[in-house]
């Protein structure tokens, strides 16, 4: 400062700091800075975290939070599901909210996070969180994502997808409907019920608080049990735990569960004898990635009749949600039920028998890539009424089987842009199976069901479909990219890779193709015996718009391949207009 003086002084623009004000702001800076950080770091202790129990934080002036419940969570061979309850007031976390945490068993610093494939709410209203398989070796917790890995918690208790009661509903006639992995009731076959007792109860540690009940009957995957009145009746406070359900094999253990019985209509009595019901003729499938396929499965049988759609989503990681809720808007009556348990279509199915019996007269079965065809362009109602109107038999029909035909890729090596029905047209001459269109009355207790078809209840029998009346396409083989996903992880056989040697022989692999993930030389012109192209002229004819050439479930939004030979003809068009202009001006 002295020499600056000594120099001629300052100017008018200078600024005076002296040494004091200097360290008076560096002084305040440094206490701001430590403060901020002090009272960031203890807040943030006291924020919402994922935790596995539910605790109350108090401490100074900072209010109580209630923390999230980590249920419990079921290790699939895939993936790994863990389930959240959260309290009334609660936000829901998003997937951008959450870290699968990935921890070595020998080693704790040795870890590594990834975003959740997916999280899905249930119908109890639990938050399912899907993260990626536990690598060997590994165990897994769950973190806020904005917070670091010190603040995760483990998961426990995680349990074997092998050895599981998942899933439980409350029937029209009280009994309760437990779905049960781990049991190995045969096939299409009733067992002993005497061997098994169904147990309830908000805490299995407990034994002296459980409540015991029978078994009415017990098939596959199913066991249904006389429902006790406590639980019929509800918890009497509204803040109570929901109860348990489980299946304990006499002189053995019992299963762990993750399942709570749920009173889907919401009666004590059933209700529906005798009252119309809202939908005469509904459809019921269970699907992967079927985003891209959907709108046409679903506009397709809308104008043939069918009035209510049940997807059950087994796993979906495309855009399906979305695809779903825009059908929603447009007005079809679709749902969505999500799934995650693999390898249980037969189950799902009898929990969509179940779901749709107060909705619906009629409940047909079948995938999103089969259709129904019905050459006198009658609606699906009228070939049911014309298949359940026979008052001379003293015998209800309570099932009506359509034989299917299995289509081939019909000389296509690419998918095509306009759906499945206007582009296969090549298949195998002789059907292959049946499907069925059931009412959901007429089904045997057990609820069994193999290949799309349900044992009936006593009084009650099928009617067979002439395939001149009514026949499925099922376009099983499609181009190679389509067929290879399809086959690489289906939700019908019980084989957890394709790829395996296992149910080499089974009807749900390719004829031929065994187990090689290779495309053969001549794919496209495989299962092609009988060229036919019925179902294809009835969609041209009824789904296609003249003036656009698109047909009805086509989206509006010009694909890359239609901008590219857009573009290309607006080229070639100039190109040929400067060529006719040059030769009339050299004439």
Not at 312 to 338: A, M, P, Q, T, W
């Amino acid at each position: 400062m002295k020499n600056r003086r000594k120099r001629g002084g300052l100017s008018s623009g200078d600024v005076v700091v002296t040494w004091k004000r200097f360290f008076r702001f560096v002084a305040l800076f440094i206490f701001s800075f430590v403060v901020f950080s002090t009272l960031f770091i203890f807040l943030g202790k006291f924020r919402p975290v994922v935790r596995s129990s539910v605790k109350t934080v108090i401490g100074g002036s900072v209010p109580a939070v209630t923390v999230v419940t980590i249920h419990e969570a079921v290790k699939f061979p895939d993936q790994t599901l863990i389930f959240l309850k959260y309290p009334s007031s609660s936000r829901l976390y998003t997937k951008e909210d959450l870290f699968c945490v990935f921890s070595d068993v020998n080693d704790s610093s040795k870890l590594f996070k990834e975003l959740p494939s997916a999280v899905e709410i249930d119908d109890f209203g639990r938050q399912i969180v899907q993260c990626s398989a536990v690598p060997r070796g590994y165990t897994i917790s769950l973190a806020v994502s904005r917070w670091t890995v010190d603040n995760h918690l483990l998961v426990d208790p995680t349990h074997r997808w092998d050895w599981l009661v998942y899933d439980a509903v409350i029937d029209n006639d009280n009994s309760t409907v437990v779905f049960v992995k781990g049991l190995n009731l045969r096939p299409g076959k009733d067992a002993d019920v005497s061997r098994y007792e169904c147990v309830y109860g908000w805490d299995f540690t407990k034994p002296k608080h459980l409540l015991r009940a029978e078994v009415i009957s017990a098939a596959q995957e199913i066991v249904r049990c006389k429902t006790p009145l406590t639980v019929l009746e509800g918890p009497r406070m509204a803040q109570s735990s929901p109860v348990k359900v489980s299946v304990r094999i006499k002189g053995g253990g019992m299963l762990p569960s993750v399942a709570h019985p749920i009173n889907r209509s919401g009666r004590v009595k059933d209700s529906t004898r005798g009252v119309k019901k809202p939908f005469e003729t509904c459809v019921c499938t269970m699907t992967r990635n079927a985003a891209s396929v959907l709108r046409e499965w679903v506009m397709y049988h809308a104008v043939i009749g069918v009035q209510r759609w049940f997807i059950y989503d087994n796993n979906s990681d495309d855009d399906i949600v979305s695809e779903i809720k825009n059908l929603e808007s447009r007005g079809y009556n679709i749902s969505r039920h999500f799934w995650p348990w693999i390898k249980t279509q037969e189950a799902g199915f009898a929990n969509c028998a179940i779901r749709a019996r107060n909705d619906c007269d009629w409940v047909a079965f079948i995938d999103v890539d089969e259709f129904f065809y019905i050459p006198s362009g009658q609606t699906l109602t009228d070939v049911i009424r014309n298949h359940t109107t026979s008052p001379s038999s003293s015998i209800e029909i309570g099932e009506i089987r359509t034989p299917c035909h299995s289509f081939g890729p019909s000389g296509l090596r690419n998918p095509p842009r306009g759906g499945v029905t206007a582009a296969y047209t090549c298949r195998m001459v002789l059907p292959e199976r049946h499907k069925s269109i059931i009412r959901p009355e007429s089904l045997n207790a057990t609820l069994i069901n193999v290949v799309h078809h349900f044992h009936l209840r006593d009084g009650f029998t099928f009617a067979d479909v002439d395939k001149g009346a009514m026949v499925i396409n099922h376009y099983k083989y499609q181009v190679w990219d389509i067929f290879k996903e399809k086959f690489k992880r289906r939700v019908a056989t019980y084989v957890a890779d394709w790829q395996n040697d296992e149910n080499v022989g089974s009807k749900d692999r390719a004829p031929g193709l065994g187990t090689r993930p290779v495309e053969p030389s001549d794919w496209a012109e495989r299962f092609c015996e009988v060229r036919d192209i019925g179902l294809r002229d009835w969609v041209l004819e009824k789904f296609l718009d003249r003036k656009t050439q698109r047909l009805m479930w086509e989206k509006k939004e010009r694909r890359v391949e239609d901008e590219a030979i857009a573009q290309m003809g607006s080229w070639a068009d100039k190109r040929v207009g400067r060529k006719k202009k040059n030769k009339l001006k050299a004439q």
